[in-house]
Structures are given as structure tokens and as C-alpha cells.
């Protein structure tokens, strides 16, 4: 097992969530939420990374739509705090959500192919994500059985 420092897991988050396109700035927010010891505020997430309150705020709002992160609501104050998700259900039904929604947009689309091999095409894509939504639903279910 190689050794790594702090700023070398957040920078390898960053550079690894990039590679998957999020923003460089997200994954690295998302590497330094995930060793906080509790939800942090964007000040404080800010101050660690080097990064303006904009480019932190930009961040979370990527990660929450991702399932990464969730916000904390302060009573009496607007100021947020952020922490990473814990647990693979939440990150499995971001995902899922998604591609819920691009099946969604494959179907729409059937209908505008106009020759049998850009229909045949569009189902295969169709079928493939279809087939990881249905694996991923039955992940969950395997993971959280409904009692008889």
C-alpha cells in the first residue's frame, strides 16, 4: 500500500472526479469532506483548499446533485454546513436517478430516428442503461430486503 499525505488524497480525488468530468474543484472538495470529522462550513472548506467561497459554494451545489454531499440547514443563520455522504445507497440512487432520467430521453428519441439502424442503435443504448438501472435497483433491494 503506497503511502499518501492529506493534500495528496484531496488532490487524487480531484484529479479522479475529474477524469469522470466534475469539476477539479468539486473533487477535491468532495476528497477534503470525506476526512472532516464533521460537517464543515464553506469558510472553512475554502480556507483549507485555497479556494474562493464561489468556487466552494459552486462545488457543493455539484456534489449534492451528484448524491456526494448533502447540506445541513443552521437554525437562525443562512450559512450552511456540507458533509460528505456516507453509504452506498444514497451514491447508487443519485446514479440511478440519472440514468432513470437519460432512459427517459433515449425513449423520447426513439420516435425522431428515421432509418431502422439509428432506431436499432438508439434501443442498444437504450437496453444498456435500462439494464444498469434495473442492476442497480436490485442492489438496493439485495442490500435492504422488504420483510414479508
Known sequence: MTQIDH????????????AW??????????GQLLLEPAPASLDHLG??????????STAVRELTSWGLAHTIAQPG????????????????????DRAR???????????LTTSPVSAERLRDVTDLFEGYVDAGSDAIRRRHPVPH
Request: cysteine-free; overall charge negative; hydrophobic content about 45%.
Open 21 to 30: 468530468h466534475l469539476p477539479h474543484a468539486a473533487g477535491r472538495t468532495y
Open 101 to 111: 432520467m437519460l432512459v427517459r430521453m433515449l425513449q423520447d428519441g426513439e420516435q
Open 47 to 56: 480556507a483549507v483548499l485555497g479556494l474562493s467561497k464561489g468556487a466552494i
Open 77 to 96: 443563520s443562512r450559512r450552511l454546513l456540507v458533509e460528505a455522504t456516507s453509504g452506498l445507497d444514497t451514491l447508487l440512487q443519485a446514479s440511478q
Open 7 to 18: 493534500d495528496g488524497f484531496v488532490q487524487a480525488v480531484g484529479d479522479l472526479l475529474a
